[in-house]
């Protein structure tokens, strides 16, 4: 039984992610996985309560993998950017489950059952400005630890859509570490420095 649900998970992501909730069928579904609907009614009460295991099994992946990467040891630059690398990984391994997370964040709220995004990602948001109020604590860094967690994470989206609209293989160690260093620099860095570094790298 273990097999069948695994293949109701793998085709109802895929099937979410191309169509949303709403386009979505139990039909196809059932199709796609190989099983009948008893089968995934076995599993699955419907649709609405397959689509919110499916997003609690999403969110506790990536956020184990968060809090393994930034409670490991090192400076503060390594944890983060260990962080931002193992969440590329997660992209790079399934883009496909990526895909369906992001179309369900941004998609009208009556198109899908309620899920608590924003407590969930306020969750990691507050992880990640822990770590950083260490450093601003340390007097490494200056700045709203909350903003600047905010600032990361939204770094690491546009990375990612970058990586899932054109295909190119952007979301690298190197990548992350660039993002990581964008944030520290500008907070450590008199704005002048700061500023000729980036001129500099961009070639302005």
């Given at each position: 039984?273990?097999?069948?649900?695994?293949?109701?998970v793998?085709?109802?992501?895929?099937i979410?992610?191309e169509?949303g909730?709403?386009?979505?069928?139990?039909?196809?579904?059932c199709?796609?996985?190989?099983?009948?609907?008893?089968v995934?009614?076995?599993?699955?009460r419907g649709?609405?309560?397959?689509?919110?295991?499916?997003?609690?099994?999403?969110?506790?992946?990536?956020?184990?993998?968060?809090?393994?990467?930034?409670?490991?040891r090192?400076t503060?630059r390594?944890?983060?950017?260990?962080?931002?690398?193992?969440?590329?990984?997660?992209?790079?391994?399934?883009?496909?489950?990526?895909?369906?997370v992001?179309?369900?964040?941004f998609s009208?709220?009556?198109?899908?059952?309620l899920?608590?995004?924003?407590?969930?990602?306020?969750?990691?948001r507050?992880?990640i400005?822990s770590?950083?109020?260490?450093?601003?604590d340390?007097g490494?860094l200056?700045?709203?630890?909350?903003?600047?967690?905010?600032n990361?994470?939204g770094?690491?989206?546009?990375?990612?859509?970058e990586y899932?609209?054109?295909?190119?293989?952007?979301?690298?160690?190197?990548r992350?570490?660039q993002?990581v260093?964008m944030?520290l620099?500008g907070?450590t860095?008199?704005q002048?420095?700061?500023?000729?570094r980036?001129?500099?790298?961009?070639?302005?």
């Amino acid at each position: 039984m273990r097999s069948g649900r695994e293949a109701i998970v793998k085709a109802a992501v895929r099937i979410f992610a191309e169509n949303g909730f709403a386009g979505a069928s139990t039909r196809e579904i059932c199709r796609s996985a190989g099983v009948t609907r008893p089968v995934l009614y076995y599993h699955f009460r419907g649709k609405e309560h397959l689509y919110q295991e499916l997003m609690i099994d999403c969110f506790g992946d990536y956020q184990k993998m968060m809090l393994g990467a930034l409670q490991a040891r090192g400076t503060l630059r390594e944890r983060l950017v260990r962080m931002v690398t193992a969440d590329f990984s997660l992209t790079k391994e399934d883009p496909v489950r990526t895909k369906f997370v992001l179309r369900m964040i941004f998609s009208p709220g009556a198109q899908h059952p309620l899920f608590d995004y924003i407590a969930e990602m306020e969750k990691e948001r507050q992880w990640i400005a822990s770590v950083l109020q260490e450093g601003i604590d340390g007097g490494a860094l200056r700045g709203n630890a909350r903003e600047l967690a905010t600032n990361l994470m939204g770094m690491q989206v546009i990375a990612t859509l970058e990586y899932l609209l054109t295909g190119r293989p952007t979301l690298t160690r190197r990548r992350a570490a660039q993002c990581v260093d964008m944030l520290l620099q500008g907070c450590t860095a008199r704005q002048d420095v700061f500023t000729d570094r980036y001129r500099k790298r961009m070639n302005v």
